[in-house]
C-alpha cells in the first residue's frame, strides 16, 4: 500500500513536470519571438551578493504562480497596490514584455537553497535532508514552488525524522515560511506527544514565537489539560523573559558608558 501512495506521488510530480515543460518550451518560443532575454538572474544579498542565473522560459513556467509567463519582468511579480477605503481591490498593471535579462531578489536566502530550488525547477526533484530543509523551505516560499516545499513535508514524513522534540523547531519554520501541509505535521506530532514536544529543557514551545505558540493553544482539536497548558505558557514566557535580559546589556552599554566619561571629565 505504501509504495502505491509513493508510485502515485511520482506520478503526479511526473506529469506536472510534462505539463510546466510544455508551458515552457511556448515560453521559450514566446521569448525568441520578442527577441527577448532566454536567462534569469536571481541575486542574493544575503548571501554575499552572490548570484544565480537560470533559463527564464523553464522559471516561468515552475515558479512564482505562472506571473512570469508571456515574457514578464521581475515587475509582474509585484502585489497590487491595496485599495482605499472601501474600493474594491485594484487589478494590477498589464506587465509590458521585458526584453531584458530579468533580476529577482531573495532575501534571507542562501546560493546553495537557490541552487537546488533552480535544479528542482528543472527535474522535479529535490535532494532534502537534515541541512538544508530549511534553506529550501525559504526558497520554496520566495520562489512560488509549492512542489517543492512538498518535498520538505515528504522528507519529514519518512519514519523517524519528524521526532517530537523536534517538532517546535520545525512548525516554527514552517509557520515562517508558509508550508502547511509541514506545519499540519507537526501539529499532529504536537497533538500525539504533548510532553515530548513542549521538552522546555530541549527548548520545545519556549522557543516558538508568540503567534505561533498562540495558534498551537487556540485549535479545537488540542486535547490537553488546563494545568499542561498553564506550565507550556508558563515556560514560553520565562524563556521570553530572559532572551530580553540577554538584549538589554547590549543596548544599554552604550548610554552607561557615555555617563561614566562624562562623569571623568
Known amino acids: 500500500r505504501k509504495r502505491v501512495g509513493a508510485m502515485s506521488v511520482a506520478q503526479a510530480e511526473a506529469a506536472k513536470l510534462s505539463e510546466d515543460l510544455q508551458k515552457a518550451r511556448k515560453e521559450e518560443l514566446d521569448l525568441i519571438g520578442a527577441e527577448a532575454s532566454q536567462q534569469i538572474v536571481f541575486k542574493l544579498p544575503d548571501s554575499e551578493d552572490a548570484t544565480v542565473h537560470a533559463l527564464r522560459a523553464i522559471i516561468a513556467a515552475r515558479c512564482f504562480d505562472g506571473k512570469l509567463l508571456g515574457c514578464k519582468g521581475a515587475s509582474s511579480l509585484a502585489a497590487a497596490p491595496p485599495p482605499e477605503g472601501d474600493a474594491a481591490p485594484a487589478d494590477p498593471p498589464a506587465a ?26 528543472y527535474t522535479g526533484r529535490a535532494a532534502v535532508d537534515d541541512g538544508n530543509w530549511e534553506g529550501l523551505l525559504a526558497a520554496a516560499d520566495q520562489m512560488g514552488m509549492g512542489g517543492l516545499a512538498d518535498a520538505v513535508d515528504r522528507h519529514f514524513a519518512e519514519v523517524g525524522r519528524l521526532t517530537p522534540n523536534r517538532a517546535a523547531e520545525v512548525l516554527s519554520a514552517a509557520h515562517r515560511h508558509s508550508a502547511a501541509a509541514l506545519k499540519q505535521r507537526c501539529l499532529a506530532v504536537v497533538d500525539a506527544d504533548w510532553a515530548g514536544a ?15 505558540l498562540q495558534e498551537v493553544l487556540a485549535r479545537d482539536s488540542l486535547r490537553v489539560g488546563e494545568l499542561a497548558v498553564f506550565h507550556a505558557v508558563l515556560g514560553w514566557g520565562k524563556a521570553q523573559l530572559a532572551r530580553e535580559k540577554a538584549a538589554a546589556p547590549a543596548e544599554e552599554a552604550a548610554p552607561a558608558e557615555g555617563a561614566e566619561g562624562g562623569g571623568g571629565e
Request: aromatic content about 4%; glycine content about 8%; hydrophobic content about 35%.
Open 96 to 121: 509590458e514584455v521585458d526584453k531584458n535579462k530579468p533580476e529577482v531578489e531573495l532575501r534571507k536566502v542562501t546560493e546553495e537553497a537557490v541552487q537546488l530550488a533552480v535544479g528542482y525547477a
Open 198 to 212: 513542549a521538552c522546555p529543557e530541549e527548548g520545545g514551545f519556549a522557543s516558538l514565537p508568540r503567534d505561533v
